[in-house]
């Protein structure tokens, strides 16, 4: 039973609402407005406090996800030169382990190019498509986030 079918079952027996009935009912709806106001005000008040922390955010990950590019580009540096180094014995191996690091640096790019908001969206489409690529991104994405952390943390 709603407020107002209570409210109304407070009317006389003739069907008629009482004073105080009527009262009840205004009373009521006054404070179910006042409470709505107070709600939203309260809601505009934390929207505006959370905005500079969004915006903390957003340049810390921006910073991150740059610093973790170079590392990755880097990274690919180094196994490319590993496959020069194993080309004069294994020339197969060497392709294999160059088109790895192709890879990694064409990633690095897309980490520079994109927006981390773009980067998660990507990432939320790829674990819809593919469960379980999305899952080891994860868990390499895991990795990569806990060094990075560790090591501006050290620093």
């Known amino acids: 039973m709603d407020q107002s079918t209570h409210l109304d079952s407070a009317s006389s027996a003739d069907g008629h609402d009482t ?36 915006r903390e955010a957003e340049t810390f990950a921006e910073g991150k996800k740059a610093q973790g590019a170079r590392r990755v580009k880097d990274f690919a540096a180094a196994i490319h030169q590993a496959a020069d180094e194993l080309s004069g014995q294994s020339p197969a191996a060497a392709r294999y382990i160059h088109a790895s690091a192709d890879k990694l640096e064409s990633a690095s790019g897309m980490m520079r ?28 994405a895991g990795f990569l986030l806990a060094r990075l952390l560790r090591a501006s943390a050290n620093h």
């Open 113 to 140: 190019e994109k927006s981390v908001g773009e980067l998660f969206d990507e990432a939320g489409q790829l674990t819809r498509e593919r469960p379980l690529m999305g899952f080891a991104g994860s868990v390499a």
């Open 19 to 54: 004073g105080i009935a009527a009262d009840l009912k205004q009373a009521a709806n006054n404070l179910a407005g006042e409470t709505m106001a107070e709600a939203q005000d309260i809601a505009e008040d934390l929207k505006e406090k959370a905005e500079p922390l969004k």
